[in-house]
């Protein structure tokens, strides 16, 4: 950590990249301002799985202890084969994974783990009700337009806001619209008392008939409840949105020729959330000049591998890593830096997300799961 260099740096959103930005940025000693559309910190979205790379990054910032304490500890990943429920492969996760790739893989609710992170954030420093408009930048620093009429002056900028990002449009006017996939995901939430015979504890993926199909599921709120995370084609397509209400009789059509196992399974979801999963290219830039991009805002990825959140957190390391002792007048630099260091990788897992067949067999985990974010050399 260093001492303050003066540099202000304003992250517009303050999701899981956005937090875990300004956690990484104010350790090295910069002010940081988060602008936020929402009114207030939502608890909307469902479970998510915090990977042992993901992991170790968030013990850096100083948030792995929380996380520890309020996820559930898989002990294994068991993948099942859709139509005969056969067990074709296991990964050894827990204590395993604490020794293969340096920290066990987590599951918690979404909420959780934002909450975990507002723990560690400079107090005062989310701006609420600012929905980003537009910014403009010149040699000296950034001013961000608010759709309030508000302005606000910073030395450079995050654009953290999202898979819509309003930031990513200004430095990228040009750009193609994201591409539906094709597929939809359901999510829905189990008391694990209604499924006594269930592996409750794994984390279950059901591998379907085409890569688009899927069953995943995984422990929740100290092992109460069961999550439930399923993705199918469609023929309709819907926005991407994190909270539509589904149907649960389209959900268990979806998995009509499933194993009974995880037909009982869809059985007992009473209600379902549905997102429409749209995917986009790698882009080619990050940055332009005192702005660059983080998270879902430069690399949407399909949910198959579990890794958007996650690639989010290294980004915000990285940035921290990149941007430490700088000044304002060398801070386009550091952003250089940080998106050199970050794109390959990112993009690799944005690629390999698209296909879902990462982990059907677990001998190549250790790339993504074994990355220690924090011992990565900065690109020159
Ligand atoms: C179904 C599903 C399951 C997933 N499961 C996992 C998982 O298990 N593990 C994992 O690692 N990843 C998972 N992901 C991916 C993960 O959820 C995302 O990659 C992650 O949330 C991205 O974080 P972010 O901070 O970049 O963006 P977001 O979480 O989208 O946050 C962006 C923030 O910016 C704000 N914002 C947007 N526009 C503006 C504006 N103009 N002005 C001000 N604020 C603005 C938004 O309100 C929001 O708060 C999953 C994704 C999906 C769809």
Request: charged share 25%.
């Amino acid at each position: 950590m260093s001492g303050g260099t003066g540099s202000s740096i304003g992250i517009v959103g303050a999701g899981i990249g956005g937090l875990a930005a300004a956690i990484a940025l104010s350790r090295e000693g910069h002010r940081v301002e988060i602008f936020e559309q929402a009114p207030a910190f939502g608890r909307v979205g469902a479970a998510i799985t915090v990977s042992p790379n993901a992991l170790r990054a968030l013990d850096g910032l100083g948030v792995g202890a929380l996380v520890r304490e309020w996820g559930c500890r898989p002990p294994k990943r068991v993948n099942r084969a859709y139509d005969t429920g056969e067990v074709f492969s296991e990964l050894a996760l827990a204590a395993q994974a604490e020794r293969d790739f340096g920290a066990p893989l987590i599951t918690m609710h979404r909420s959780e783990l934002l909450g975990a992170l507002e723990e560690s954030i400079p107090p005062g420093s989310v701006r609420f009700g600012s929905r980003l408009a537009g910014l403009d930048q010149d040699d000296d620093g950034v001013l961000l337009r608010f759709d309030d009429g508000t302005e606000h002056r910073v030395d450079a900028v995050v654009g953290a806001d999202g898979v819509r990002s309003t930031v990513r449009q200004r430095l990228r006017a040009d750009e193609a619209p994201a591409v539906f996939t094709g597929s939809v995901a359901f999510r829905a939430t189990i008391p694990v008392d209604r499924v006594p015979s269930y592996d409750v504890d794994a984390f279950t993926k059901w591998w379907g008939p085409v890569p688009e199909s899927e069953i995943v599921t995984f422990p929740i709120h100290r092992s109460r409840e069961l999550f439930v995370f399923a993705s199918a084609l469609t023929s309709s397509w819907d926005e991407e949105s994190w909270t539509r209400e589904g149907d649960v009789d389209e959900l268990r059509a979806a998995f009509a020729d499933y194993h009974d196992d995880a037909r009982e399974l869809i059985a007992q979801c009473d209600s379902t959330l549905i997102t429409a999963l749209y995917d986009r290219h790698p882009l080619d830039s990050w940055t332009s000049g005192r702005v660059a991009l983080l998270g879902d805002a430069c690399h949407p990825m399909t949910p198959f591998m579990a890794q958007g959140a996650a690639m989010a957190i290294e980004d915000a390391v990285v940035l921290g890593r990149s941007l430490a002792g700088r000044g304002p007048d060398t801070l386009a630099a550091g952003l250089e830096v940080y998106a050199r260091t970050r794109m390959p990788r990112a993009s690799r897992v944005q690629l390999t997300s698209h296909s879902n067949q990462w982990l059907r067999e677990p001998s190549d985990a250790n790339w993504v799961y074994g990355h220690d974010i924090w011992a990565e050399q900065l690109a020159g």
